[in-house]
C-alpha cells in the first residue's frame, strides 16, 4: 500500500509534467503565432483578440509573402508593439543569429524601442519562463545588443539602432524595422524630405 508521502510525490511529478507540457505548447505557439506570442507571451493584452484587427497584422508581418512592406497605421494602434517589439523578439527566439536594424527618425527613439525589448528578456517571467535568459554577458547597451544564444560570430549585433541622425555604414542586416522616420520636424521643406529618401536609400543597400 502507497505511504501518504509517496502519494504525495506522484502528484508532484504528475503536475510538473502538467506544466512542462502547458509551457513546451505555449513555447510553440508562440514560434509559430505572431499574434498569440504578442497578447500571451509579451502580454499586449490592449490586443484585439484573435478574430480582430491585430491577429490580422500579425499574419500578414510573419507571413514574409514580401520582402519589404509599408505598414501605414494611425498612433496609438499599437504598430510598434507588434511588429518593432513584438516581430523583432519572436525573430530572435527563432533565429539567434538573426541581425536586426532598428531605425527611427530619431536615434533616441530607436533606442526606447530597444530598451522595451530588453525589458522582455531581463524582466518579463512568462517570456523568460518560455524561451529561457536571452540576456547577453558581453555586449548589452542602449543602442546595440547581442544576445546569449547566439551560436555565430558576426561583426553585427543581434539589434542595432539607427536614426535618421545616426546612420550606420559597412554592416549589414537579415532585417530592418524602419518605425516612424517621418514627424512635423523633417517634412517642411524639400531639403528635409530628401535627406530622409537618401537615408532610406542607405538602409536598403545594409540589406
Known amino acids: 500500500m502507497s ?26 505557439r508562440g514560434l509559430r503565432d505572431l499574434h498569440y506570442f504578442n497578447r500571451h507571451i ?3 493584452k490592449d490586443m484585439t483578440d484573435e478574430d480582430g484587427f491585430h491577429s490580422e497584422l500579425c499574419r500578414a508581418v510573419a507571413s514574409k509573402k514580401h520582402r519589404k512592406n509599408l505598414i501605414l497605421m494611425p498612433r496609438g494602434g499599437l504598430k510598434s508593439s507588434c511588429i518593432t517589439i513584438g516581430y523583432s523578439l519572436r525573430s530572435i527566439v527563432r533565429n539567434p543569429d538573426i541581425r536586426i536594424l532598428i531605425c527611427s527618425e530619431q536615434f533616441l527613439t530607436a533606442k526606447k524601442f530597444l530598451a522595451e525589448i530588453k525589458g522582455h528578456m531581463e524582466k518579463n517571467e512568462t517570456f523568460r519562463e518560455t524561451y529561457g535568459d536571452l540576456v547577453g554577458k558581453n555586449k548589452w547597451a542602449d543602442a546595440e545588443i547581442i544576445v546569449n544564444t547566439r551560436k555565430k560570430y558576426r561583426k553585427e549585433p543581434t539589434i542595432t539602432c539607427a536614426g535618421i541622425d545616426v546612420t550606420k555604414v559597412g554592416l549589414h542586416y537579415d532585417m530592418i524595422i524602419v518605425d516612424d522616420p517621418h514627424s512635423e520636424s523633417n517634412i517642411t521643406s524639400a531639403e528635409q524630405i530628401d535627406k530622409v529618401k537618401k537615408w532610406y536609400k542607405l538602409l536598403l543597400s545594409l540589406l
Not at 506522484?10 to 509551457?23: G, V
Open 42 to 44: 509579451l502580454e499586449y
Open 3 to 28: 505511504s501518504d508521502f509517496e502519494i504525495v510525490s506522484e502528484q508532484k511529478a504528475l503536475k510538473n509534467r502538467l506544466a512542462d507540457l502547458l509551457k513546451q505548447k505555449r513555447r510553440k
